[in-house]
């Protein structure tokens, strides 16, 4: 931290020493020809689009952050294609209409005019001195704001520090589990060698975690680890549908038809193949997810409903640094 | 009286042959399953569990029915090349008097389920979408394209007839999950059959479907024109620099 705010303050000192040694009050007096005739359409122009660049790519760090908007993606498509598009235009004026084109006829002269040749250096330096730094400024402005808003997707790569809604779970228990049209599955519904997508009742089903992956398996086969022993009912076991590598919903089941030469029962995620086994508990057999996929205890009531038990065994969804600190709450 | 007499010796005439050529027909696939199934599917298709009789194992039949001898001899999928191998559509070896013949004896050995009759035309291709997404595409992919997961090839469906499918549905063979009546009835097979028979030629509203060979591809064909497009554009700017 202390490092950081050595680098930003030596950084800003550089910064503000080059531009004072740059505009000496002295030289401004010994201007030695007259300015070129201005092109000021031309350079409001340019300055106008570097600026409305600087709003469009402003325009898209706002568009990201208000995730609610219609059309999301394609605003910020429009508004950073914008921004790029109007820096060109702005660039195009500049090169076109404001930088002195001049072409050099003559070879070098031989080195005996020194101060002629100083005093092209110092027209050289001259011309354009004033508008420059209007467009410079303009340009630094759209320049930072298409920086910024390129930056601006980094934070999707995860919260850094409110991460306490991650642990938070609309399971509890005495939930029932329900299906996609709100009905509740009784434990004889679920079948063997099929799989079934449950909700909690009466909770917000597009919550990250509420969708279950239900599966009934042979009594005999399952070998539950003994953190997860008795979360099952009568062979059926209810799991986190989200994966624990990148979130993805487990659209897969394994149901073999005859054991002893196809592979044993498996949920596989679609999108990079992360494939747990339900037998014991929902632990990683292949792929890249890290850690185990969470697992719900359940129980029937005397009708024959199934119900949560409890909340899962595992924070729901892909990791993050503090995945393994808490355990999931109500 | 006497009507009733003919009448009845009318039926016996018609269905003595007919039990006959039943009884015959089992008699034949008896044999045929004698030659090429007993190895793995042991005597009267009772299943043999391995490590088996040296030459494979395999699950018992009785009770399978009609439904999955049909579908398992009529999609090549039996006989199957080696054991512990996912079984995959491939020329049948049989004649279909012979498959005919091995699934009267598969059916004669349990009740069992009978081979479905599907009718596509009946079901609703809308609702058929919605439930192959809901069921199938997971591992079919949504066209019916066929895919992968870990230990095993979901198949595309291009050449599954609709009794294949209807029949499918219900064994869940190899490591497809099994879906029963109450999880799927008979009319929402039908639509699923007619969203399958959609899926094989679908319009392509997207306009030019390169195969319908997916996004990587289509993206690299787009950064090929695009590519070209922007190499086209600097030569026409530098053209007209050099000229200026």
Same mark, same amino acid.
Request: hydrophobic share 40%.
């Given at each position: 931290?202390?490092?950081?705010?050595?680098?930003?303050?030596?950084?800003?000192?550089?910064?503000? *020493?080059?531009?004072?040694?740059?505009?000496?009050?002295?030289?401004?007096?010994?201007?030695?020809?007259?300015?070129?005739?201005?092109?000021?359409?031309?350079?409001?122009?340019?300055?106008?689009?570097?600026?409305?660049?600087?709003?469009?790519?402003?325009?898209?760090?706002?568009?990201?952050?208000?995730?609610?908007?219609?059309?999301?993606?394609?605003?910020?498509?429009?508004?950073?294609?914008?921004?790029?598009?109007?820096?060109?235009?702005?660039?195009?004026?500049?090169?076109?209409?404001?930088?002195?084109?001049?072409?050099?006829?003559?070879? &070098?002269?031989?080195?005996?005019?020194?101060?002629?040749?100083?005093?092209?250096?110092?027209?050289?330096?001259?011309?354009?001195?004033?508008?420059?730094?209007?467009?410079?400024?303009?340009?630094?402005?759209?320049?930072?704001?298409?920086?910024?808003?390129?930056?601006?997707?980094?934070?999707?790569?995860?919260?850094?520090?409110?991460?306490?809604?991650?642990?938070?779970?609309?399971?509890?228990?005495?939930?029932?589990?329900?299906?996609?049209?709100?009905?509740? &599955?009784?434990?004889?519904?679920?079948?063997?060698?099929?799989?079934?997508?449950?909700?909690?009742?009466?909770?917000?089903?597009?919550?990250?975690?509420?969708?279950?992956?239900?599966?009934?398996?042979?009594?005999?086969?399952?070998?539950?680890?003994?953190?997860?022993?008795? &979360?099952?009912?009568?062979?059926?076991?209810?799991?986190?549908?989200?994966?624990?590598?990148?979130?993805?919903?487990?659209?897969?089941?394994?149901?073999?038809?005859?054991?002893?030469?196809?592979?044993?029962?498996?949920?596989?995620?679609?999108?990079?193949?992360?494939?747990?086994?339900?037998?014991?508990?929902?632990?990683?057999?292949? *792929?890249?997810?890290?850690?185990?996929?969470?697992?719900?205890?359940?129980?029937?009531?005397?009708?024959?409903?199934?119900?949560?038990?409890?909340?899962?065994?595992?924070?729901?969804?892909?990791?993050?640094?503090?995945?393994?600190?808490?355990?999931?709450?109500? | 009286?006497?009507?009733?007499?003919?009448?009845?010796?009318?039926?016996?005439?018609?269905?003595?042959?007919? !039990?006959?050529? +039943? $009884?015959?027909?089992?008699?034949?696939?008896?044999?045929?399953?004698?030659?090429?199934?007993?190895?793995?599917?042991?005597?009267?298709?009772?299943?043999?569990?391995?490590?088996?009789?040296?030459?494979?194992?395999?699950?018992?039949? +009785?009770?399978?029915?009609?439904?999955?001898?049909?579908?398992?001899?009529?999609?090549?999928?039996?006989?199957? =090349? =080696?054991?512990?191998?996912?079984? =995959?559509?491939?020329?049948? @070896?049989?004649?279909?008097? #012979?498959?005919? !013949?091995?699934?009267?004896?598969?059916?004669? @050995?349990?009740?069992?389920?009978?081979?479905? #009759?599907?009718?596509?035309?009946?079901?609703?291709?809308?609702?058929?979408?919605?439930?192959?997404? #809901?069921?199938?595409?997971?591992?079919?992919?949504?066209? !019916?394209?066929?895919?992968?997961?870990?230990?095993?090839?979901?198949? $595309?469906? #291009? /050449?599954?007839?609709? /009794?294949?499918?209807?029949?499918?549905? /219900?064994?869940?063979?190899?490591?497809?999950?099994?879906?029963?009546?109450?999880?799927?009835?008979?009319?929402?097979?039908?639509?699923?059959?007619?969203?399958?028979?959609?899926?094989?030629?679908?319009?392509? /509203?997207?306009?030019?479907?390169?195969? =319908?060979?997916?996004?990587?591809?289509?993206?690299?064909?787009?950064?090929?024109?695009?590519?070209?497009?922007?190499?086209?554009?600097?030569?026409?700017?530098?053209?007209?620099?050099?000229?200026?």
């Amino acid at each position: 931290m202390g490092k950081a705010r050595d680098f930003l303050i030596s950084g800003l000192v550089l910064l503000l *020493g080059r531009r004072r040694r740059r505009v000496r009050r002295g030289e401004r007096e010994r201007v030695v020809v007259p300015e070129a005739p201005r092109n000021e359409g031309a350079e409001l122009l340019a300055v106008f689009l570097l600026l409305a660049s600087a709003a469009c790519a402003v325009a898209f760090i706002v568009v990201y952050a208000v995730d609610s908007l219609p059309g999301h993606t394609q605003l910020l498509g429009l508004s950073l294609g914008l921004a790029f598009c109007f820096l060109a235009a702005a660039l195009i004026v500049t090169g076109q209409r404001l930088v002195p084109n001049e072409e050099l006829e003559d070879k &070098y002269p031989e080195r005996e005019h020194e101060a002629e040749q100083e005093l092209v250096v110092q027209v050289i330096e001259e011309s354009g001195l004033t508008r420059r730094r209007l467009l410079l400024g303009a340009l630094a402005a759209s320049g930072g704001a298409i920086g910024l808003a390129l930056l601006t997707p980094l934070a999707s790569f995860g919260p850094a520090l409110r991460v306490s809604r991650f642990y938070r779970t609309p399971w509890s228990r005495g939930r029932r589990l329900v299906d996609e049209h709100g009905k509740p &599955y009784r434990a004889s519904d679920i079948e063997q060698d099929n799989f079934y997508t449950a909700f909690p009742e009466g909770a917000d089903k597009e919550d990250f975690a509420s969708p279950l992956l239900l599966v009934r398996l042979p009594t005999d086969r399952l070998q539950l680890p003994p953190e997860n022993a008795g &979360y099952d009912v009568d062979g059926i076991v209810a799991f986190s549908k989200i994966c624990t590598h990148a979130g993805c919903a487990i659209t897969l089941y394994r149901a073999p038809l005859f054991q002893p030469n196809e592979p044993p029962p498996a949920l596989v995620c679609p999108c990079h193949y992360s494939t747990f086994d339900p037998s014991r508990g929902g632990t990683v057999t292949f *792929g890249p997810a890290g850690r185990k996929l969470p697992m719900l205890p359940l129980e029937v009531d005397r009708v024959g409903f199934l119900l949560a038990r409890g909340n899962f065994d595992e924070p729901v969804g892909p990791s993050w640094w503090g995945v393994r600190l808490k355990e999931p709450t109500t | 009286m006497r009507r009733r007499l003919a009448l009845a010796l009318l039926v016996a005439c018609a269905v003595a042959p007919a !039990a006959a050529a +039943q $009884s015959g027909q089992v008699a034949h696939g008896k044999e045929l399953f004698g030659r090429y199934c007993l190895s793995c599917h042991g005597a009267n298709g009772a299943g043999i569990q391995p490590p088996g009789t040296g030459k494979g194992y395999g699950p018992s039949l +009785q009770g399978v029915g009609a439904l999955a001898a049909d579908f398992y001899l009529r999609t090549g999928y039996m006989p199957l =090349r =080696r054991v512990p191998e996912q079984p =995959r559509r491939s020329r049948l @070896l049989l004649s279909p008097g #012979d498959i005919d !013949a091995l699934v009267a004896y598969v059916a004669s @050995l349990a009740s069992g389920p009978a081979v479905p #009759d599907p009718h596509p035309e009946q079901g609703s291709l809308a609702e058929g979408q919605k439930l192959f997404t #809901d069921h199938c595409s997971g591992c079919h992919q949504v066209v !019916a394209a066929g895919g992968y997961l870990t230990g095993a090839v979901a198949p $595309s469906l #291009d /050449r599954a007839t609709a /009794r294949q499918v209807a029949e499918a549905v /219900r064994i869940g063979p190899y490591v497809m999950p099994r879906f029963t009546e109450k999880d799927l009835s008979p009319h929402q097979v039908d639509s699923l059959v007619r969203y399958i028979e959609y899926a094989k030629h679908p319009d392509d /509203r997207g306009g030019w479907a390169i195969g =319908r060979v997916g996004p990587v591809p289509e993206g690299l064909v787009t950064w090929f024109l695009g590519a070209s497009t922007l190499v086209g554009v600097c030569i026409v700017i530098g053209k007209r620099l050099s000229r200026g």
